[in-house]
Structures are given as C-alpha cells and as structure tokens.
C-alpha cells in the first residue's frame, strides 16, 4: 500500500476523527452509546452504509449533472441504509430492537453525505473506499469508547459483563452524561494528538 | 439531469424492491416468533394455542391467545396489553389462568431509558412480583400510589405503565370470561 493509501485510511482515525475532530454524527454518538456493545454496533452500521455509499458515489460522481448531485447522493445512501434496515430486521432483531431509529437516521448523518461530497465525489473508487473504511473505523472506535466509558460508570459493567452490584452513576446512561462524558474523551483524544 | 435523477432512483427502487422480497419472509419469521416467544413465556407449558383473537384492552383495539387443555377446556390465556410507558408505547404480554390470576408477564416491546426503565425487563425482583399475582386480594398499582407493586428504582412512571399494562389485561380478561 503507498504512502498516499494508508494515510487517506488512517487519518479517519485521528487527524479527521468524525467524532473527536469533525464533531459530525452528533446525534447517534450521543443516543447510541449508552453501553459499548450499543455504540459497536451503530458504528458497524455506519461503516457498512459509509463504505458502500462511497464506492458507489465516487463510480456515478463523473456523469451525475451538477444541479442533482446532491438528491442522487442521498437517494443513494437511502438505499443502502434501507437494504441493511431489512437485514437487520431479518436477521439480527435482537441488535435491530436497539438501535431501532437510529439506523434510518443514518441517511441523514452528517458524516455520510460529508464524505460523498468531500470525498468520494473527486477520488477513484478504491481511493474512496479507504476513506470510507477510515473514516467508518474512526466513528466506531469513538463509539465504542465512549459506549465503555459510559457503560463503566454509568452501569458499572462492561460489554454487558458486570463488575458491580447494583446501579453505576445512572446520569451516564443518560442524555447529561453522554455529554459529559463526550466533552472529557473529546479534551483527552485532542490533548494526545496534540502532542503526536 | 431529470433524466440522471430518474435513472438512479428507478435503480434504487429496483435494488430495494428485490431486497424487500428476499428479506420479507426472513422479518416475518422473526415477528412471529418474537410473539410466540413471548405468549410462550407466560403461559404454563404445553397447551394448544388458539390464533389471535382481537379485543379491547384498556380502551385500545388489542388481541388475545387461548392455551387449550386436551380436552380442548381453556387452560391459560395470553393477553397483549399496551400502556404509554416513559420513552413511547409500552406493550406486555399479560399471561392469566381461568381463575383470574396472573400467570406472568413478558415485555414485548418498549423503548424505555437503557439503564432504567428499560430495567422492566430484566429487574427478577419486580418482574417475579407479577407472578401468580392474584387481583382479587392485592392492588395492581405501585406503592406510591397506594398499591402493592414495588416500584423499579428511579422508575416509577415505567412500573406504573407495566401496573397499568398488567391491570387492563386483567379488565379485559373479565369481560372475555363473561361472553
């Protein structure tokens, strides 16, 4: 893999991370990440729709008229959220009953259409799909640590397995402390990449 | 550019419409079996099970199950009961036996906080309490209100919509006996 390769995939992770750099996806990163197997799976699904719809975009983005670009770009994210709608609704209920609304809201996530314009729009088809790969592990690692953050305090387990009896901090579980949680991961992820 | 838009949508309701197909037997399937899982759960084991009845539980258009006996007696019946909870609409499946007690409860579907409400569905203590619950002697209300449900910790409103889901199926059931 060349130079230019690997770091349109690695800067997903830290110098374009969507969560702690872009501050994009607000809304699933706050809602979703209630315990570390919830927030896994969001980004998972993200990926999935992000890596697709940027392959996709950057093979149609020559021939797509200027003027329309945008609802081709959206009609074609729409259905590749709706098509892993149907099949997590077939196969995986169980994650399916969690995640519930917020896997159509993926089409609307700030993240997908952000790279479908930024990206995948200018670059080839395997250029854009590393951005996508990058960029979709960067959301779920976000995800993950902060659903583990928040499930460590919030419900004093982690990945569902308990190590305390009882109730954690109960305001991480909720809307208050996704955010704070959030803003700390956000002063500890900038501090360390400052300094690299 | 109509043209362009055209095209990509008709391919996209063509990728959809074949996912849809393939996909719908599959989510058919899985509903089916999350709800006789559930009427399962609270019903005792072994029985036959009647289709879907409909009738009205706490004022809303709803449906019954009827576990017959051998004999083809009504052994146990499965009611489905839906209740506004604290995040949305609250449904359980109330499972009582002929003489007006509660069997047990299961929670089919809800989208209460993760952490707290949610714990309606996980919390043994107070979904046991429900068990062979009998509302001829005991109030189906939380504590707080003067019952004789121990409340969810920090979730009151959640107990009382489960109390409320549990009582309204245990209404329906009286007028489903006296027809």
């Known amino acids: ?196 | 550019m109509a043209l362009c838009l055209t095209l990509v949508c008709l391919v996209c309701s063509a990728l959809l419409g074949g996912m849809y197909a393939l996909t719908a037997e599959p989510i058919a399937k899985t509903n089916a079996d999350i709800l006789r899982a559930s009427v399962n759960a609270v019903l005792p084991e072994g029985g036959e099970l009647s289709e879907a009845v409909p009738v009205e539980v706490g004022g809303q258009a709803s449906e019954y199950y009827v576990s017959k006996s051998s004999d083809g007696t009504p052994a146990a019946y499965a009611i489905k009961s839906t209740t506004a909870g604290f995040g949305g609409p609250l449904t359980v499946m109330v499972g009582l036996t002929p003489d007006g007690k509660v069997y047990n409860t299961s929670v089919l579907s809800h989208t209460e906080t993760p952490g707290l409400g949610a714990k309606c569905t996980e919390d043994e203590h107070f979904m046991n309490q429900f068990k062979g619950f009998d509302p001829s002697q005991k109030i189906l209300t939380v504590k707080k209100d003067g019952g004789d449900v121990d409340a969810i910790t920090a979730s009151t409103i959640t107990s009382r919509a489960y109390s409320l889901a549990v009582k309204n199926a245990v209404e329906a059931f009286k007028t489903i006996k006296g027809e």
């Open chain 1, 1 to 196: 893999m060349s130079k230019r390769k690997l770091d349109i995939f690695t800067k997903g992770f830290f110098k374009e991370n969507p969560t702690f750099v872009l501050l994009l996806g607000m809304c699933p990163t706050l809602a979703t990440t209630t315990s570390a197997i919830n927030g896994l799976s969001m980004g998972l699904a993200t990926l999935f729709v992000l890596v697709l719809s940027n392959i996709v975009i950057s093979a149609i983005a020559p021939v797509v008229p200027d003027k329309v670009h945008i609802p081709v770009y959206i009609v074609v994210i729409a259905t590749f959220v709706t098509i892993l709608q149907f099949a997590m609704q077939a196969y995986t209920p169980d994650m399916y009953k969690t995640l519930g609304l917020f896997i159509p809201l993926i089409v609307v996530n700030c993240i997908v259409l952000g790279r479908a314009e930024a990206f995948a729009s200018k670059n080839g088809i395997v250029d854009s799909a590393l951005d996508g790969l990058g960029i979709g592990f960067g959301f779920t690692m976000a995800l993950t640590v902060l659903g583990m953050v928040r499930e460590i305090l919030g419900s004093g387990s982690i990945f569902g397995w308990k190590f305390i009896s009882g109730d954690g901090l109960l305001v991480f579980i909720m809307a208050p402390g996704a955010f704070i949680a959030l803003g700390y991961l956000m002063v500890l992820f900038n501090k360390i990449a400052k300094k690299n």
